[in-house]
């Protein structure tokens, strides 16, 4: 087996034990309720940079799976729609949920940027 191909498919796998570790997080923390499923896109995001087309719609199908798995079960956190108490007045104070989600977007736009724009470096590099 060429050195190449391992490496895309030892590569492969590493991405989809971490859709399954994002999953199982998500299971135990409000499922698709929870901000950060969002975080799939980071992983898929890498995968069409660096693995061949196969590899990538592969890992998509993949992660629809377990979004779709998670809406079928996962341990629910009322938490997450009840209103957070803020020193700012505002005219409608947010929920747990839409603080996450802005969290989310944040750190997920971060880190999809930052790992695109390294590999892109490194691959004109080349």
Do not use: K
Request: one cysteine or more; charged letters at 15%; a positive charge.
């Amino acid at each position: 087996m060429d050195d190449e191909v391992r490496d895309i498919r030892v590569l492969a796998v590493v991405m989809r034990l971490d859709l399954v570790s994002l999953t199982f997080l998500l299971y135990l923390s409000g499922g698709p309720a929870n901000p950060f499923v969002i975080f799939y896109l980071v992983n898929l995001s890498l995968a069409a940079v660096v693995l061949p087309s196969r590899w990538s719609w592969t890992l998509t199908i993949f992660a629809i799976g377990c979004l779709v798995a998670l809406f079928f079960g996962h341990v629910a956190l009322p938490e997450l729609s009840q209103r957070v108490r803020m020193a700012l007045p505002l005219v409608r104070t947010p929920t747990m949920q839409e603080l996450g989600l802005i969290v989310a977007l944040a750190a997920c736009g971060s880190v999809a940027v930052y790992f695109i724009t390294r590999v892109t470096r490194e691959l004109v590099r080349l």
